[in-house]
């Protein structure tokens, strides 16, 4: 029963089309950045989307999960997955376990894929219904 409490506890934020962003940003539950983003998120515990009207010039990017939709400039980790969605221009080094590019992507960097994967098949749902597991179950049980 505490773990349903703390999964319902979780935060959701949203950095809007019209934010802009500089510095370094640590959390631990959901972040959604729709505007200018610029500096480092340190994250490991945090899952994070990057939507379509989003910019991002990052130092670096250490999630637990991240959802490409923008552009993104920085090196990527992210402990369990990556996925990047059509339209997206990504200029990166991603290190991690699973690893989604749609077609229709602009990527330019390197891939290092992580040894251990999550006991969990992310890719087994679609964007849309992980993104919605995401937000109301973002701990995956193990």
């Known amino acids: 029963m505490a773990e349903k409490n703390n999964k319902e506890n979780r935060n959701i934020t ?4 019209e934010t802009e962003f500089n510095g370094v940003l640590e959390f631990a539950d ?6 200018k983003f610029v500096g480092k998120i340190d994250a490991p515990n945090g899952n994070l989307e990057i939507a ?4 991002c010039d990052m130092e670096s990017i250490s999630v637990k999960s ?5 552009v993104v400039k920085g090196n990527i980790f992210a402990s369990e ?18 690893l989604r590019i ?11 894929m992580l040894e251990e994967e999550p006991s969990v098949d992310l890719f087994s749902v679609a964007s849309d219904e992980y993104k ?3 937000i109301v179950h973002s701990d995956v049980v193990e």
């Open 81 to 98: 997955r990556v996925e990047i969605c059509s339209g997206s221009k990504v200029d990166s080094d991603i290190t991690t376990a699973r």
């Open 52 to 55: 379509k009207t989003a910019i």
């Open 14 to 17: 949203v950095f809007g089309i």
């Open 66 to 70: 991240i959802i490409i939709s923008g």
């Open 132 to 134: 919605k597991a995401m």
């Open 102 to 112: 749609a077609n229709n992507v602009e990527y330019n960097g390197s891939i290092s």
């Open 30 to 35: 959901t972040l959604i950045i729709s505007g």
